[in-house]
């Protein structure tokens, strides 16, 4: 043991670099993402002022700030809703094994894999307003006359539904995935000991399989909602926040505003809205961890 | 409360391979408490989730109470089961652990506390009911399942080696809890089980198995003084019995019934030697050498070969209660013997128990 | 389990079939539709009328041969995997000896600053990419894929030293123990049994960096304006346009070369990842 006291500073030394590194490439942005927002930053500025709460005030009045908001807390629970239900059908479909399941968990994981820009590219490419798939199998099953096929990017509640899709189609993957590793988890004879105590399948998995699944669950959904909330790319890419904001979520009116506007500061502001979430994730991720570790 | 039967019932899981089940047939008697005991993957276990419903036969009849199973889900069968890791729900009560049965068919809820109630006091965990799974003992758990496995008055009880999570100590403790319990309800019980102690301190009837079929099936009494082959006959009893090869049979005596007659190093025959003798008639003689001794505390092992003619180097084992006073020395050969009657036959080829061959004994 | 009619039965495994056809298609659909774009004539691509499920006209390598011959997609592929090799060794470089500090040689508050450390990968691009901006631009890198080299591993540290955590944790202490008493130090030990041993996590911590690099798209969007210091998670969905018109066949070819390493090499070091998200989740 002496040996090891001796090396005292063995430990410190091997994990400050990346305590060092951390806290300035993420801590030190944190804090001047808040100086920021009360100051009027601006791209190609060199100095700034403290302004208070200018920012606040002018982002809260502004509509595409309402609009951002709302869109973001829709698209995120939406998106989970959906992901939720379809990641647990899929996880049961998935759960025993059959020939090809390998190759079938491989497709199926795409979506995910792939690069976020590179998926949703793909998804403007299927829903272009000319171009979409979806339009010509609507036109040729008579559903929609040529040339009137709805604007699948273009109309605003369709753009919204497009960009939960795309949200949901990347989540997905994610979520089931993690949900067969809870199952998985779940010891065999648990739901055998249900079935011969009476319970059929839907007790069996609402009585019993969620609630002992509930902690990887929390985990799914935690990281679902971060994935979705503080996204800009599908947004970006799908929409540009438009038609009219419509689809504008914080993150990508964030972006819109600090560096395609230049207004670092009224940027700053708007997407430190996000830590209210961020925070609340936090403390749920921590007290999953801490049950599930007392247990 | 159901007789238990099966009718060439057989379960491949692989095909072309050797089915876990093959053709087993077998009746329980009402109330008995029936085991199945085998080696691992000897296919008890899988027999029993049969039974229970949790596996598909790939042949055969299953029945309770007289009517064909086959096509009913556990929960019709009404049965119970207690598992071999009890099984029991982690994120409910016990109380809600007993009750779950009662949710699931439906049972009436004004019902539920006094049937809940009821089973605890039957196995003395009143006080535990609010407590979790995670907050309980081993034993504790076991009677937990038994309770909830009682809630419901299954006609038949099915057990999968509830005692091999407990520590040896606990283990004869539970063991006997087990065997009151299941004769205050008399329900009929089928217990698996891989440790012969336990199935013929517990059971009425034993069910040999091996490689998924029947060798026996009989009272301790019957499968351990009468086995029905050399498996049946080496499974039961620790330590084994002795069998050695002679021409087409094999010979078979059990360790406590090779004993020393007298010693040729010079001790004449002490009374105690030929005690057993006079009583069980005659008794056919071997030289043995000895080479170690176990000293267990209550009995005494000795480890040797047998000499002489056709018994010649072959490994003996004989077992002595410690109130046998007599001294063996390594290396030296004494004089033992077998009562005639205690020698079992057995096919050289199948290991199928035959009629005696005594004459074959004789010969040089 | 038994229990159904056969009828039911069968009703069973066609509704499974369903369930698994109708999720494969749905989620695999995309990428299949980038396969056929990326071979279709522009003039079978653009025809309104025709069936966009069959070649109308013969298939070509005309969008690759965009792609590659005029076009900076090798060069951001090249981006891409330079600022990736670099990140990648960085954050084995940090996130390695700091697991395994906190693993071994630091006791209870070195799992909470573990968890702590764990807790800033939820802190997400879109929050500190505007103040990242400024401070890019004040070190001069702005325009720099040097830029994405330093942020980045930001990034990948926090989740690979919870990764690794988790994997160290599971090495018996007694490794090191011997280790020691056979006269090596504790750094010795740590580097020649730990490090050897642990090569599958380290292998995940690679693979999971490098797949963050490439799927990034907020930081390489703000720091870096010219394209051809792009990376490919940018250059492909902003740069392979001219105007406002999409060049959708070259679009679709870049989409798919780039995707599928990516997704092969991510899919075959998936379970590893999967405990890394759940590690202590589940008993």
Sequence with gaps: ?295 | MAVVETRNLTKVFKQGELGAVNDVNLVTREGEFLVFLGPSGSGKTTLLRMIAGLETPTSGEILIGGKVVNNLSPRDRRIAMVFQSYALYPHLSVYNNIAFPLKAQKVPKELHRQKVEWAAGLLGIGRLLERKPRELSGGERQRVALARAIVREPAVFLLDEPLSNLDAKLRTAAREELEQFQQRVATTTIYVTHDQVEAMAMGDRVVVMNFGSVRQIGTPAEVYDDPADTFVATFLGSPPMNLVEVGDVIVGFRPEHFFPVAQLAGRAAMPEDLRAVDREGPYFPLSFRVSHEEYLGAERILYGHLEGGRFHQKKAVSRLSSTHAARFESGSVYAFAVTEQRLKFFDREKGVRVPPVLDILRKP | MTGRTPLGRVGGKALHVFVLAFFTIALAFPFFWMVIASFKQNGDLYTVENNPFLFNLPPTLDHLRFLFGQTRFVRWLGNTALVGAIVVAITLLLSVPAAYALTRLTGRWGQRLGIGIFLTYLIPPTLLFIPLSRVVAILGLQDSIFALVLVYPSMTIPFSIWLLMGFFKSIPRELEDAAMVDGLTRFGAFIRMVVPISISGILTVVIFSFTLVTQEFVYALTFISPESNQMIGVGIPIFLVRGDVYYWGALMAACLIASLPIAILYNSFLDRFIAGFTVGSVK
């Design chain 1, 1 to 295: 043991m002496t040996a090891v006291g001796r090396q005292r500073w063995l430990g410190p030394a091997m994990f400050l670099p990346s305590v060092l590194y951390i806290a300035v490439l993420i801590g030190v942005p944190f804090v001047l993402a808040i100086l920021y927002a009360f100051s009027d930053a601006r791209i190609g500025t060199t100095g700034i002022h403290l302004v208070g709460l200018e920012n606040f005030r002018s982002i809260l009045h502004s509509p595409s700030f309402h609009k951002a908001i709302r869109n973001s807390i829709v698209f995120t629970l939406s998106a989970q809703v959906i992901v939720i239900v379809c990641s647990n059908i899929l996880s049961v479909a998935l759960e025993k094994p059959f020939r090809g399941r390998g190759f079938i968990r491989f497709l199926i994981l795409l979506p995910w894999v792939a690069p976020v820009s590179l998926g949703t590219i793909g998804w403007k490419w299927i829903l272009d307003s000319i171009y979409s798939v979806f339009s010509w199998v609507l036109i040729t099953a008579h559903m929609v006359k040529p040339y009137a096929a709805p604007m699948w990017l273009g109309e605003p509640h369709l753009a919204m539904a497009s960009v939960v899709l795309v949200h949901c189609w990347r989540l997905i993957p994610f979520s089931t995935v993690i949900m067969l590793a809870g199952r998985s988890a779940i010891p065999k004879e648990i739901p055998e000991a249900a079935a011969i105590d009476g319970a059929g399948f839907w007790r069996t998995f609402f009585q019993i399989r969620i609630p002992i699944m509930a902690p990887i669950l929390s985990v799914a959904v935690l990281f679902g909602i971060i994935f979705t909330f503080t996204d800009m790319t599908v947004v970006y890419i799908l929409t540009a926040g438009g038609p009219f904001d419509s689809t504008q979520t914080l993150p990508s009116l964030a972006f819109a505003t600090g560096i395609q506007g230049s207004d670092l500061a009224a940027g700053a502001a708007i997407s430190l809205f996000l830590v209210p979430v961020l925070v609340a994730v936090a403390y749920l991720m921590l007290r999953v961890a801490h049950r599930a570790e007392v247990v």
